[in-house]
């Protein structure tokens, strides 16, 4: 039965990779936007999913990323090999410090402090005047890859910002299946059981805050280069808000789930917004539906239709609505 699920997970890559073969920028640009905020959605399942951890300010990091590229892209590094990596490093060390006081508070609280500190770092942006302010900035270029492919082109850009998802994605299942993954989903169960078992929880939660920040951050450097502008509505909590709507969507727990979720929520959204520009009164009720009917996801429901053996992600139901409800506000008060 889990070959079926390989199967799927197959023909998607195949359709994934198919996508250039329409001759369409339009759907080109559309699919590497789905790919970037996939990559993103990722990040925030890693703690949402597996370590139980409801981050209302994960588009901090996300924007960093981005505004690290740009800033380095101006200054001359264009090297992509170069500005990425230092892109990352930049979101997990901002990652480090908000998760290292964030994590000493738990439940309402940590999504309180979590998206206090991503409008500190929303503010800090927005006042660099020599940025652009609220307004940003343009990225001159895109970063150059080495001379191995001009990502200047559409499908070159997609193809390697769809080969980075699947890298990633490969990674954190790897992750999430070893021992440490196995201590970060002991540290979401029971936090006391885990501490007697010798497993200090607030160091594997720390780090995987750490990782998942990284994650944001690299995928904060692609959409600036895809979007080839930088500005603070990248850092805003509306952002961190779409990012959780996308992996509540999709399917909390399962890594692919998160990046089958930001399809939909773009698909909806491309959908909606040609119909009325009050689209998020319509998805509000979208992701409530999600919550009453499909405790395993979208992305969950599309498995057991298959009969495949994938296991519902063994996520608290009310971690999930009290997810759902702070999304849903965010759709409204937009």
Request: neutral net charge; without cysteine; hydrophobic residues 55%.
């Amino acid at each position: 039965m889990r070959s079926r699920r390989h199967l799927v997970l197959l023909v998607l890559f195949l359709l994934a990779v198919a996508v250039p073969a329409l001759q369409n920028v339009y759907y080109t640009r559309l699919a590497t936007e789905i790919a970037i905020l996939g990559l993103a959605a990722l990040s925030v399942d890693l703690l949402l999913g597996y370590t139980g951890l409801v981050s209302f300010g994960h588009a901090a990091f996300f924007g960093i990323g981005a505004y690290v590229t740009g800033m380095l892209t101006i200054a001359g590094f264009s090297a992509a090999f170069v500005v990425w990596p230092l892109a990352m490093l930049a979101g997990m060390a901002a990652a480090a410090a908000i998760g290292a006081l964030a994590l000493r508070t738990i439940g309402f609280s940590f999504i309180m402090v979590t998206l206090a500190f991503a409008q500190m770092v929303f503010y800090f942006f927005q006042s660099l005047r020599s940025y652009g302010g609220e307004n940003g900035f343009a990225l001159p270029h895109r970063n150059t890859f080495g001379g191995i492919v001009d990502i200047r082109d559409h499908t070159s850009f997609y193809y390697v910002v769809l080969t980075i998802l699947v890298i990633v994605i490969a990674l954190t299942s790897r992750l999430v299946k070893s021992q440490f993954g196995a201590v970060i989903r002991g540290a979401r169960d029971n936090e006391r059981r885990l501490a007697a078992m010798g497993f200090p929880p607030y160091r594997y939660k720390l780090v995987a805050f750490i990782f998942s920040g990284g994650i944001a951050a690299l995928a904060g450097a692609l959409i600036a280069n895809h979007t080839s502008q930088i500005s603070t509505e990248l850092l805003s909590w509306q952002q961190s808000g779409d990012l959780l709507a996308m992996v509540i969507l999709g399917s909390a727990g399962t890594i692919i789930g998160s990046v089958f979720g930001a399809a939909i929520f773009i698909a909806f959204q491309q959908f909606l917004s040609s119909i009325t520009e009050h689209w998020m009164l319509w998805f509000g009720p979208l992701l409530v539906a999600r919550v009453l009917f499909m405790h395993d996801g979208l992305w969950g429901v599309v498995m057991r239709l298959l009969k495949s053996e994938e296991a519902e992600p063994d996520l608290p139901v009310d971690l999930i609505d009290e997810s759902a409800r702070a999304a849903s506000e965010t759709q409204g008060g937009r």
